[in-house]
């Protein structure tokens, strides 16, 4: 099933996509559960389609207002130079840094992002916003001290993220995050595929295409760090919860590695594909 947030005729909501391009308002239809992520921690979600049968359709994903897929989870665990051939570009551009044994991790905030069909916002104070289409995973069921041996046992489902970077500011101190969360410069979405219709440590085709062009192109078996070593490093520091999520890092191809740097301005178009999953895409937009 894909399931998904987004504004409703009474606000927002939650829902799930049936055939091609009918959205079920499930938020409607089960109110205690009050987004999203409420009801991937009922566990519910795995009866999705039984939650759906004889449902009409509130609308067409034509004509919704996309949410990210969580609009505020707790926690937004992002990997750093988590695929061989991005920790090598990294190296080829002069930064010198030396695969750890533990993965290198660090936070968003769900300011950060914005959903499927929206602008991500080019700030005012730099030039140098850059694209990183990366696989994000979505925790169902929570956790401490998870084992990897039981670590899909806790994934609800899986999503696109684009992990926009304000590079210039990113590169102030060795502390990435500064560079990170801007607001509104995270595309999520459009759409959560749950966790049955992907085998785990299935091999994922990624591709980030700016206004057509092809950027990046990988699979997600080329991840240093597995999903099942995130998923248990991440709990051993903190309770995983329902809702949260993980973007599992990016593959070469970003723009700040290019000879000159090519870096997203407003007007372009950038979208994050991920096979069996769907496309994000989001507009760049100048600051307001």
Not at 220 to 243: D, E, R
Not at 272 to 279: A, M
Request: include cysteine; proline fraction near 6%; aromatic fraction near 8%.
């Amino acid at each position: 099933m894909k399931l998904l947030s987004f504004i409703g005729t009474n606000g927002p909501t939650w829902g799930a996509v049936v055939g091609q391009d009918d959205v079920v308002d499930l938020g409607k239809e089960m109110p205690k559960f009050t987004n999203l992520a409420a009801y991937i921690g009922s566990g519910e979600y795995l009866k999705a389609k039984d939650h759906v049968l004889g449902k009409k359709p509130s609308a067409k994903l034509s004509e919704i207002t996309f949410l990210p897929v969580i609009p505020e989870p707790e926690k937004i665990i992002c990997a750093v130079r988590n695929y061989m051939d991005h920790h090598q570009e990294v190296l080829a551009a002069g930064l010198q840094r030396e695969l750890s044994e533990e993965p290198p991790i660090f936070l968003r905030v769900w300011r950060s992002q914005v959903a499927h069909n929206q602008g991500i916002v080019c700030p005012n104070v730099s030039n140098s916003l850059d694209w990183e289409g990366e696989l994000a995973v979505i925790i169902g069921k929570p956790g401490r001290f998870i084992k990897e041996e039981d670590a899909f046992d806790h994934v609800a489902g899986y999503s696109c993220y684009n992990d926009g970077s304000i590079r210039e500011w990113q590169f102030h101190a060795k502390q990435i995050a500064s560079g990170k969360n801007f607001e509104s410069t995270g595309g999520f979405g459009p759409w959560m595929v749950t966790a049955d219709e992907i085998k785990p440590n299935q091999e994922l085709k990624l591709i980030t295409r700016l206004n057509g062009v092809v950027e990046q192109s990988s699979h997600t078996g080329h991840m240093i760090f597995p999903i099942a070593k995130l998923i248990s490093y991440a709990s051993t520091i903190f309770t995983l919860m329902p809702g949260d999520v993980i973007a599992t890092g990016t593959p070469a191809g970003v723009g700040w590695s290019r000879k000159p740097p090519k870096f997203m301005k407003p007007g372009d178009v950038c979208e994050v594909e991920i096979e069996h999953i769907g496309t994000l895409v989001n507009q760049i937009v100048a600051q307001s």
